[in-house]
């Protein structure tokens, strides 16, 4: 089956500064990625759809200046968590789809700690 | 909000099926019905999907209700591997649609 790659797992950041994880599909063209965040026992909520080329679409509540959304290519998307707090501290999963399929392809996630 | 409900948890004993449903009342014709699990700390995994036919691989059996108002999730033979949350979710066809994942169930397979 597809692939998805999350990197990087995960990481422990100060207060204040910004942390890039990365999306990659690795066998197929991801024409659309979606960024989930989830809190501890709660389940996968969308913060973002991005469509390679163009702008991201954020959810209600997200604010799009902090969670900076790229997807320059058919194969790769970034979510920067800027000036990170200890509440942006989560667990960010990325997910793709190709084509006309609607199937989404999920990554292993990253477990994002600020301190 | 989600489009489908189901019970928050469930047990099950290990070598036995585990039952697990789903109601998606409002789904429309176009609309699939797709599982996923997430074990703690990871990304959700795909298991199986369908339109309106009963489907089965070698994860699971899905079976759908004629009037697609519902479907359950049958593992046939449940292990303790297969302790996760389970999400079954409603997409619709064509690509770049976005999932919107409910409370899902919480399967718990003990010796």
């Known amino acids: 089956g597809a692939v998805v790659s999350q990197h990087p797992s995960w990481v422990i950041c100060k207060s204040g500064t910004s942390v890039k994880i990365e999306c990659r599909s690795l066998d197929f063209q991801a024409t659309t990625m979606f960024w989930y965040r989830q809190f501890p026992k709660q389940s996968l909520m969308l913060m973002a759809t991005s469509n390679e080329g163009s702008k991201a679409t954020y959810e209600q509540g997200v604010e799009k200046d902090k969670f900076l959304i790229n997807h320059a290519s058919l194969t790769l998307s970034t979510l920067t968590v800027t000036s990170a707090h200890p509440e942006d501290s989560s667990f960010y999963i990325c997910?793709?789809?190709?084509?006309?399929?609607?199937?989404?392809?999920f990554g292993q996630g990253t477990r994002l700690t600020v301190v | 909000d989600a489009k489908t409900t189901q019970p928050p948890s469930m047990d099950c004993a290990e070598g036995r099926a585990a039952n697990l449903p789903c109601n998606h009342s409002t789904i429309s014709g176009n609309e699939y019905v797709y599982w996923y699990r997430q074990i703690h700390s990871q990304g959700p995994q795909y298991i199986i999907h369908?339109?309106?036919n009963n489907e089965t691989n070698e994860m699971a059996s899905l079976i759908i209700t004629e009037d697609r108002k519902s479907s359950t999730l049958i593992l046939p033979h449940a292990t303790l591997r297969d302790t996760a949350v389970y999400y079954c979710?409603?997409?619709?066809?064509?690509?770049?649609?976005?999932?919107?994942f409910g409370t899902g169930t919480q399967l718990k397979v003990e010796l």
């Open positions: 369908g339109l309106k």
């Open positions: 997910s793709a789809s190709e084509g006309n399929n609607p199937e989404a392809f």
């Open positions: 979710i409603v997409i619709l066809t064509g690509g770049g649609n976005k999932l919107t």
